[in-house]
């Protein structure tokens, strides 16, 4: 079945330094949503891509969507402690499919 | 900013006993979904709902599992014999559309089967 993976598991950065997440599917993806997820909390929608070599930026986020469909990228400029969290990337794999397909996860650590 | 809420926050029941996770999506979503998450691991869909029936549903998603939408605003999954495996938080979501729109998940319900 479709996988997508997310590299790397674990980050842990010191206060100030960039963050970057990636995502990989086995499959061409009609859309890429990631989310945030608290310690604890329930994911929570950061953005949606929906364009090859699509980019977006949320004040210190950037989001990509690949060429291909089949992968992307959130990359954090600065991490603050606010950032802590697991960042899940998710797609579907077709646009008539209810089934949102999530990453792996990756865990970020922010030391102050 | 209206919230899908979900009951009870925390479950502990004994394997073998019926569960039932209430919902209460988004009043003007119409797409209605349960996704699980086992300690440590990734989301994973169970099954979407719309015009009071399942849309898609998963392999996870067996014979033990059925939803319903008792009424106007609830959202129900059950689990009739529970496993230890059961054990997860169990979010529900909803939408507005299917496909490219915003999914948004309630605080989920921690099950914990002993």
């Known amino acids: 079945g479709q996988q997508v993976m997310q590299i790397p598991q674990y980050q842990h950065v010191q206060e100030g330094e960039d963050f970057t997440t990636y995502c990989n599917s086995s499959?061409?993806?009609?859309?890429i949503q990631w989310y945030k997820q608290r310690p604890g909390g329930h994911p929570v929608f950061l953005i949606q891509?929906?364009?090859?070599?699509e980019v977006k930026k949320q004040k210190r986020l950037t989001f990509q969507f690949g060429e291909a469909k089949k992968n992307s990228s959130l990359h954090i400029t600065a991490t603050q402690t606010t950032d802590v969290g697991t960042y899940f990337c998710a797609g579907h794999g077709t646009y008539n499919t209810d089934k949102l397909i999530f990453g792996t996860g990756t865990r970020l650590q922010v030391f102050p | 900013e209206p919230e899908v809420t979900q009951t009870p926050s925390h479950q502990v029941t004994q394997m073998g006993q019926e569960v039932i996770l209430r919902c209460v999506p988004i009043?003007?979503?119409?797409?209605f979904y349960w996704y699980r998450q086992i300690l440590g691991q990734k989301v994973e869909f169970l099954v979407s709902?719309?015009?009071?029936?399942?849309?898609?549903k998963s392999e996870i998603f067996d014979d033990q599992f059925s939803v319903e939408r008792p009424d106007g605003s609830n959202f129900t999954l059950k689990i009739r014999s529970t496993k230890l495996e059961d054990s997860a938080m169990y979010f529900c979501a909803s939408s507005p559309g299917t496909g490219l729109n915003t999914i948004y998940f309630g605080e989920g319900s921690w099950l914990t089967v002993v």
């Open positions: 499959t061409t993806l009609s859309n």
């Open positions: 009043s003007n979503h119409l797409y």
């Open positions: 891509l929906v364009k090859s070599g």
């Open positions: 709902f719309y015009n009071n029936e399942i849309s898609e």
